[in-house]
């Protein structure tokens, strides 16, 4: 840990990826130049070439938009959003009449967005690369100063982020700078599905708090929120077909309207952000039966939710068809996960229609989760289930099924040599309510672990880190979020081979501290980052780069 | 505590300061009436009625203005967040067609809003008191739906905060819902001076998070931000008269600009909050030599600064003028405590001064401080001071000197007793740092304890809460504050004999669970009520209104 009144130090990231690159262009200043500034991004984009130069940013930054895409109203709201974090402590008036004389005028005064295709449909594995060219602007160059080019909106996003990390405030001249110009930087993600899991059942988060979670992911080009809306402590979402339903509710002020859902799926959307719903059935489904009782084996024995009727299916049909007006994406999570079936086997009426359908519980279970599949699928989505699912009955899960591994290692290997597509949240790395899992352990956990095969590994979707509620709320979500879950985006987004050699303490540890203090600085209450203990308090006064 | 599952209980708040007018009028419906709906404010508003009507608000709703002052902007921008807040669920699609239909016109179409000055001046003691009706017109009412008359935009704050409380989103009907109406509130706080400490030097706070911590102060009727910007560890303050000594800044990016620091104040101004800057000296403050280390009495023994040398009180003079040009507000903090003197009696030099003078070390203690003094009365200063300098040479201290309680009890009292105005902020209590001080000790923490006698109690301005940063940053910083500045906000601001009677466990507690989960559903991380031990987490599943 450096003293806390030294700057972090510069160090020379994805090297190994750039090598080639490097040899072509004149020798960048990777290491501490211009007066040690840096140039930190985090994620790592794929590949990057830096130079010397230090450009100043114009306040007055203007937007330039080209190709199809390039008007969408996605574009322009991003680059107002990223205009005011850029330049957030450049007020134009200063009390002392001696700041920001720029008589000769900045370096750049207009961000160029090209966006090539016009189609806004934000489906898995949309295309999110792009590539930032930030450069100063000779009068003789045709390319402009700063540029990003992509070939969706979604990757106009994640090229601002970038471009915004780029630009640092200048304390000494009050001027927004770019260092170690020329960039040229051309990204992509590694994973299409790079997921936070967020659980609004055990506790309720107000929608601003939802909205806010989605503009940090944004910062680390998270691109899934994977809402956990329902459980068995309480079902906070409004479902017109069936109004009983948010009877489950904590209380009455701790719901979601269809409106609030559908706001939070938009609002997502502008950040590229999809929400994947889950709908946990038949485990962990108590609260359903606050409205609709009947959906209970029986008032004493209440969970999983009762297999013997046909109304529990005509029920999960109707609240799934008024959840696809409000959910576009095409994944939909059926859980399926930590069912005990005893409530069957102890319940008389469920135990005869056991009997009468010749089954056992374990039959019933593979029954149950292959019925709300087929409910998933009949409604246009592909289904998500928890590991329990494959482990159970690998061989009758549809075989669109996606596998949420998340008890252990070893899931993925097997169900993608099954065929099946897999997402990693390995809980001994991803579960971020585990407080004793420190930065590094999240950030060498690796989704392809144990697949060599190439064409097993597209198999493997992804990741997702899980913020299970049980001990988190509004209070304390943000700092158990972050900045753990940024070490899984890294894991996500950038390249194996540029984030898996080296120390990382060296190559990931000073850009992580710096990512942490940029989301306090955007509001975001991202924790120290080397506590042994997720979001313990800092241990002492200090300087955020160094805790 | 109430299973999760039930709403919290009604209450009859501060019903004796009531008795008179509720004689006067028809029975009002304190208890549960129209579906159990509640009408919980925080803090208590000093004398208000209610009735039995539930009025719907309309999601256009207009603002009116009247009086000198009510075309201010600080009126006018006001309105527009609190619309924000108010009508945050309230979006006006609906993807399901079945709701918001409202064809016989809302009850509530305007908010009238008459600000009797023009004189928007933010001084200690400006005139906070408000009027607030709520009712439904009936055509023949001149009065109009709802109205806030206040002599000053701040008192039209307020009013807009409680106007806020009052009104619930109904997730039934889809309204914003004011219950219990009419509604009649005359307001106004019991002290002037109501405020939260906040110590950016420990640790930094970026300018938004500031900010953000104004916006919650606000929410609970605070108006002082005590910023407590130096300490020994850091100096992040721009001094443009001596450009070195933000040297002292942990690093580069963790520094406030003159620029942040006036956007600071006028963003508080905006709130109806006043910036208290503080410069703490002698002691407290290691960090100015980084930049002049000339101010240490050596470069080994760095505390308290040099008393000995002209140029120590020409730097403090030249800070302070540069920081009059930031700061408007009347008082400013001069700190003065835990000063430790053995730098002074083991420098050569210094010894050889105090001799010279024919000085012990607390003599120069004093000189110090009351040379400090001078310099801050003559820039049209009032000076604060920690307690220290009252316990240590009260015959001295300038008459006009506000006394600032930490240590413990009956300093208030004494001070009051020798002519000094005093602000109560009992560590045992009123530190938030203190995590083991539960809500209900700080709710009880009386700033008048042990004086009676009326001409004396005037000059106790108030009390603070103080939010001291060693433990305490960027991540869990309002977890830290809220619920328990709440507690502190509604004894400064509530009349005594409403909120010192009966058992609070019913008369507050209630009503501070639900305005915590008010500040979460306006982005305030504010940690659980109940928790023994401040800012920790939920333990376990739960409504917010029962943790």
């Given at each position: 840990m450096p003293p806390p009144d030294s700057p972090p130090r510069p160090i020379l990231p994805g090297l190994a990826v750039l090598a080639l690159l490097l040899l072509l262009l004149?020798?960048?200043?990777?290491?501490?130049g211009g007066g040690g500034e840096l140039a930190y991004l985090w994620p790592l984009p794929a590949e990057f070439t830096t130079g010397a130069d230090t450009l100043s940013v114009d306040p007055a930054l203007a937007l330039v938009v080209g190709g199809n895409g390039g008007g969408s109203r996605i574009v322009k709201d991003a680059f107002d959003r990223y205009k005011s974090i850029i330049f957030q402590h450049s007020g134009v008036f200063s009390i002392f009449n001696t700041f920001r004389k720029k008589a000769s005028g900045y370096d750049i005064g207009r961000l160029r967005i090209v966006v090539r295709s016009a189609n806004e449909e934000l489906q898995l594995g949309v295309d999110e690369s792009y590539t930032l060219l930030v450069t100063k602007?000779?009068?003789?160059?045709?390319?402009?100063?700063a540029t990003i080019e992509a070939n969706t909106v979604y990757g106009a996003l994640r090229g601002l982020e970038t471009f915004s990390q780029l630009c640092t405030f200048d304390y000494s001249t009050k001027l927004v700078l770019v260092h170690k110009a020329p960039w040229y930087i051309r990204d992509e993600p590694r994973f299409a599905y790079r997921g936070l899991l967020l659980d609004t059942s055990r506790h309720y988060y107000p929608i601003d708090v939802i909205k806010h979670i989605l503009d940090s992911m944004s910062y680390a080009k998270l691109n899934v929120l994977h809402w956990h809306i329902i459980d068995e402590q309480s079902f906070p979402l409004e479902v017109p077909t069936y109004p009983k339903l948010w009877q489950g509710a904590y209380t009455r002020w701790e719901r979601y309207t269809v409106e609030d859902a559908y706001e939070i799926v938009n609002f997502a959307k502008s950040r590229g952000i999809h929400v994947m719903p889950e709908v946990d059935v038949p485990g962990h489904a108590e609260s359903w039966g606050k409205g609709y009782p009947e959906l209970w084996p029986s008032t004493s024995c209440r969970e999983p939710l009762d297999v013997s009727k046909s109304t529990t299916f005509d029920l999960i049909s109707g609240l799934l068809s008024d959840m696809r007006k409000i959910f576009p994406f095409e994944l939909f999570h059926l859980g399926g996960d930590e069912v005990n079936t005893d409530c069957w086997t102890s319940t008389p009426h469920v135990k005869q229609w056991l009997q009468n359908h010749n089954m056992t519980s374990k039959q019933a279970y593979e029954y149950f989760v292959l019925k709300a599949q087929e409910i998933a699928i009949s409604k246009n989505w592909t289904p998500v289930n928890w590991e329990e699912t494959f482990n159970a009955f690998p061989e009758s899960l549809n075989p669109r099924t996606i596998v949420h591994n998340w008890l252990g290692a070893g899931v993925c290997p097997k169900a993608v040599a099954k065929g099946f597509k897999c997402i990693f949240s390995n809980q001994g790395f991803w579960y971020l309510d585990h407080l004793d899992v420190p930065w590094d352990q999240v950030y060498t956990a690796e989704p392809l672990e144990g697949i060599s095969d190439a064409s097993k590994q597209k198999l493997v979707i992804g990741g997702e880190v899980c913020m299970w509620g049980e001990i988190t709320d509004t209070s304390n979500v943000q700092q158990t979020i972050w900045p753990r879950a940024a070490a899984a985006a890294e894991r996500l987004w950038s390249r194996r081979d540029a984030i898996s050699s080296g120390n990382i303490n060296k190559t990931a540890l000073p850009r992580l501290h710096y990512f942490r203090c940029l989301l306090n600085g955007r509001g975001v209450a991202a924790a120290p980052v080397?506590?042994?203990?997720?979001?313990?308090?800092?241990?002492?006064?200090?300087s955020c780069y160094a805790q």
């Open positions: 004149p020798p960048p200043s990777l290491s501490a602007s000779d009068g003789k160059s045709i390319i402009g100063e080397t506590n042994q203990y997720a979001r313990s308090q800092p241990n002492g006064p200090a």
